[in-house]
């Protein structure tokens, strides 16, 4: 049994000594991390979302008590540029406006009487984020990192008349990670980011519902918060 261990061993240091001594390769664009300025644009996926918080308000006409839920993942588009200020050798401060294409899909159940009430909530976000991007060292063509920011979005896409409405304005704490690759022409920098709302986004003063019993699922609310998960390809 010790043999066959001893010899297990032997035959991995055997395979790992070639393998290390072919961990150098030929470095893509070496230089280009030492400029002050990198510029790009960025193509992505995302899928919005809500964290609706109920107060348990109950319907002094009906009896009824409504609960609500974003029930599942709507996938949305994402685009954008890219402007990279070099700090120092590991630290670099980041400026990525772009915009956001997708939709949030809320049901309302009635705990009385089971009945369901759906939403399509779309949004059209332009963001302006700013992030503090840490990379480590870079080893042959790749180099990962984590950043971490925040970011202001609005809503150009005003539903009215629905169910329920959110603030245009939407402000989030990012938090994400990802890894440089280097490329013979271009860097290709896929990341993944999470987004965490700040503040409730919920509107809660409806002048614009002409049907009064429609504010009953605003009413049911005490809360709500936005959050986003973002998968972005950058192209530098």
Not at 181 to 194: G, T, V
Request: charged share 15%; glycine share 10%; proline share 5%.
């Amino acid at each position: 049994m010790r043999n066959g261990w001893l010899t297990l061993c032997i035959g991995w240091l055997m395979m790992l000594l070639p393998s290390s001594a072919q961990q150098r390769q030929l470095q893509n664009k070496p230089f280009i991390d030492e400029r002050p300025w990198h510029y790009g644009f960025y193509i992505g996926l995302h899928d919005q979302g809500l964290k609706l918080t109920g107060n348990g308000w109950v319907d002094p006409d009906t009896g009824g008590q409504w609960m609500a839920e974003n029930d599942h993942q709507n996938f949305g588009f994402s685009v954008g540029i890219l402007g990279d200020w070099r700090l120092s050798r590991h630290l670099s401060l980041r400026l990525t406006p772009g915009l956001h294409f997708g939709s949030k899909h809320v049901t309302f159940h009635n705990l009385l009487t089971g009945r369901e009430v759906t939403q399509n909530i779309k949004s059209s976000y332009i963001a302006l984020p700013v992030e503090l991007k840490v990379a480590g060292p870079r080893f042959n063509n790749y180099r990962p990192y984590v950043l971490m920011g925040a970011t202001e979005m609005c809503d150009m896409t005003s539903t009215k008349g629905g169910y329920i409405r959110t603030s245009p304005f939407q402000t989030y704490l990012q938090v994400g990670l990802g890894c440089d690759f280097y490329m013979p022409f271009f860097k290709l920098i896929p990341e993944l980011k999470f987004c965490f709302g700040v503040g409730d986004v919920l509107r809660h003063d409806r002048p614009d519902l002409t049907n009064a019993a429609q504010r009953v699922y605003t009413q049911s609310l005490e809360r709500a918060s936005a959050n986003m998960v973002i998968l972005t390809f950058y192209f530098e």
